[in-house]
């Protein structure tokens, strides 16, 4: 059990610096927008592992039987990073005019890390292939699975909050000029993202 612990809370920690869109957005969101905004993207970020784990334990039997759903997801997924790539490469000001409401900003930042990992292919792979590597390399019991599980949810939280956290601390010491840039890279990344997605779907 202890080993479920130590490698499941190391798995989802490191695993929020593989600087993919989930990780450029949390940035980007953490210097335009604050600190409480990009927990936010986090939470959504964490709540859509915890969906995936979810299934990759109690196995696939709840998903919906949908034709084709590999395509469709790979289809939304693309359409997602593509809009936000755009957005970022085209920002001028040095923040979008979000909603204004506690309720309404606290839905908008969730659900924007909630669908960036939702709609990426790659994290049902990794999520699915950690499942299946943990019982035959490791034979782990169901229950240490979900400790391991649970103990990666916990790692990325902690992760994906410290890394908003320093991303603001360092807006103090940005000029608007580097801000544009880091935007700029995250649109390049979401974009490359989104042909990376449909490649692998249509290859």
Not at 39 to 56: C, H, K, P, R, S
Not at 88 to 99: E, F, G, N
Not at 146 to 167: C, D, H, P
Request: proline share 2%; with cysteine.
């Amino acid at each position: 059990m202890i080993q479920a612990i130590l490698f499941g809370f190391l798995y989802g920690f490191v695993l929020c610096f593989t600087f993919g869109p989930a990780f450029f957005r949390l940035i980007q969101t953490s210097i335009d927008n604050g600190v409480r905004s990009g927990v936010l993207i986090a939470a959504g970020v964490t709540a859509a592992d915890a969906i995936l784990m979810f299934f990759a334990v109690f196995g696939t039997s709840y998903l919906p039987q949908v034709d084709k759903f590999d395509t469709i997801l790979a289809f939304l997924g693309a359409g997602l990073l593509l809009i936000l790539g755009i957005l970022s490469l085209t920002k001028k000001q040095k923040q979008i005019t979000y909603p204004q409401s506690k309720l309404g900003s606290f839905l908008f930042y969730f659900i924007n890390g909630l669908f960036l990992n939702l709609l990426n292919p790659s994290n049902y792979v990794a999520v699915f292939g950690i499942s299946t590597y943990l019982k035959g390399a490791f034979h782990f019991s169901i229950n240490e699975i979900i400790v391991f599980f649970l103990m990666s949810l916990l790692g990325t939280m902690i992760a994906e909050s410290g890394i908003a956290f320093y991303a603001n601390k360092m807006k103090k010491v940005m000029t608007e000029n580097v801000i544009t840039r880091i935007n700029q890279v995250a649109g390049l990344v979401f974009i490359v993202s989104a042909g990376i997605i449909l490649w692998k779907q249509f290859k």
